[in-house]
């Protein structure tokens, strides 16, 4: 019988081992995963030209500090490279060398201040590309391939390598992808992209420059198991801060004690804020983006939190707003419940197939009748709601807060929005409205109603992810209720704070 038993464990473990190695052996790397997504953007620029992906400039704070650098989204959602001064050429005619990374070289008297570069082992290891050349070679690897030479290659030996690219060079068009800006100059100069492309022109007639932006925003609308994965923990972490603030709102303390609360989750869990967070109080909460963060909250007050930890380099985004004293006033109950029900209903109309625009749309509907039953709009045909609900009801979310994608594309498995309906009565909107030329009449019917709710601003903002039955409440853990979000106000300071975003992973 022992003999027995010896031999069906032995056969067990073998079982196991084995079972254990195919697991090993089909699960893709992080560098599988980078090589299959510029495969995928090669496969879109066709077979001609090429992409040319650059790091960010490094930003001054002051004197010689700077600020912590960011990978640009696009070039990490190719590479997982993190590092500035990094470089990626993408080439779909070449043979083998179609995939070109440059990087920084290793400088140990540089590397004292700033830290430790990536060694060219570590870079492939990272990002699955083999040719790995300096940073410093990159303008002598475009004009000697622009100019009609081969770059790093034998050309006896390897005399196809870049046979293709040349003779779409012989017929006068080569297309170089790369991410210009809607507006080149706007902020008062142009971006590198743009001056690298304007030298391009200038210099190589055959050179045709393509914007990359769409390419990208097909190619990340819908989310990967593993994106889907980090926008969740940075959910829960965020939702982690929101629940513990919440419990500590009281008047007297600052809106920075509450964002000094809400990051601190974001350090204990080793990440920090996908934008700066909006902390507003009391008519600082009408402001749509406001980031001083410095006043004091006074009994009465509505306290607007809008927030998202960024976790793996994907955003949460989710936003609420409480009364500061722990109780709704009956005309801050008036706008809130308008703003709920909005979102409630704007809720109900994801799902694949269905648009952005289907979303706002319904929320826009719920509070044109809202904003009309309480005497603030006297026409829900026009535009008037817009005065008050300025923005719109969703954005993409991912890599960026607002992420890249049309808002017209019809909804599909995978992909990450926000539901975020507001209403905002900015204490000087009647001044406003009268100088923009607006109906005097309107103005003055809507005037008692004004003076009743002017000074309140409320959001309630959540992420969802779309399912094949309809959406995912991805941040439902943080209450929305009136009702619900005074007794969690209401209970003992000293508290137990929330369950860890550990435990709230296990709640989506």
Not at 42 to 60: D, R, V, Y
Not at 182 to 196: A, I, M, N, V, Y
Request: charged letters at 25%.
């Amino acid at each position: 019988m022992k003999k027995i038993t010896s031999c069906f464990l032995f056969v067990l473990l073998l079982f196991w081992a084995g079972a254990s190695a195919t697991r090993h052996a089909t699960a893709a790397s992080p560098a599988d995963t980078f090589t299959q997504r510029r495969a995928a953007v090669m496969k879109k620029m066709g077979e001609q030209g090429m992409m040319i992906l650059f790091s960010p400039p490094a930003k001054k704070f002051s004197g010689d500090v700077l600020y912590k650098f960011r990978q640009e989204n696009n070039l990490y959602y190719l590479t997982g490279i993190k590092q500035e001064g990094t470089v990626l050429v993408l080439m779909p005619p070449a043979v083998t060398r179609k995939e070109n990374l440059f990087v920084l070289d290793r400088n140990p008297a540089r590397e004292v201040w700033t830290g430790h570069r990536l060694t060219r082992e570590e870079a492939l290891q990272t990002s699955g590309i083999t040719n790995i050349y300096s940073r410093s070679e990159f303008d002598d690897f475009i004009d000697t391939l622009l100019y009609g030479q081969p770059y790093g290659v034998n050309r006896y030996l390897n005399s196809d390598e870049y046979a293709r690219f040349f003779t779409h060079m012989k017929m006068g068009d080569v297309p170089v992808f790369l991410l210009l800006e809607d507006h080149p100059g706007l902020r008062g100069q142009l971006t590198p992209e743009f001056e690298f492309a304007n030298r391009l022109r200038e210099r190589f007639p055959v050179v045709n420059i393509r914007d990359a932006t769409d390419i990208f925003s097909s190619l990340r609308l819908v989310k990967e198991p593993q994106e889907i994965e980090n926008v969740k923990r940075a959910v829960d972490i965020t939702s982690e801060g929101l629940l513990d603030a919440i419990r500590k709102v009281e008047p007297g303390m600052y809106e920075y004690e509450i964002q000094a609360t809400i990051d601190s989750h974001y350090t204990r869990n080793g990440t920090e804020a996908a934008f700066p967070s909006i902390i507003g109080s009391g008519s600082n909460s009408t402001t749509l983006h406001y980031e001083d963060n410095d006043r004091k909250m006074n009994a009465g007050d509505l306290l607007l939190m809008d927030v998202g930890a960024e976790y793996g380099y994907y955003a949460a985004d989710i936003t609420r707003t409480v009364p500061v004293n722990g109780k709704f006033s009956p005309a801050q109950a008036d706008i809130y419940q308008i703003v709920l029900s909005a979102q409630e209903e704007a809720i109900k109309a994801i799902k694949p197939g269905a648009t952005i625009q289907d979303v706002h749309r319904r929320a826009a509907e719920v509070i044109k009748q809202g904003l009309l039953r309480l005497g603030l709009i006297i026409d829900p045909a026009s535009d008037q709601y817009r005065s008050y609900f300025m923005h719109g009801t969703s954005h993409w979310l991912g890599l960026d807060v607002h992420d890249v994608g049309d808002r017209g594309t019809p909804f599909q498995p995978g992909m990450i929005l926000t539901v975020e309906p507001g209403i905002y009565l900015r204490e000087n909107l009647l001044d406003e409205l009268a100088q923009d030329g607006k109906n005097a009449q309107w103005i003055e019917k809507i005037r008692p109603a004004f003076q009743k709710y002017k000074g309140i601003g409320i959001r309630i903002e959540d992420d969802f992810l779309v399912t094949a039955e309809g959406s995912q409440h991805l941040s439902h853990r943080i209450p929305r209720q009136m009702r619900e979000i005074e007794k969690l106000m209401l209970k003992p300071r000293n508290q137990r704070s929330p369950n860890s975003a550990a435990d709230l992973r296990g709640l989506h």
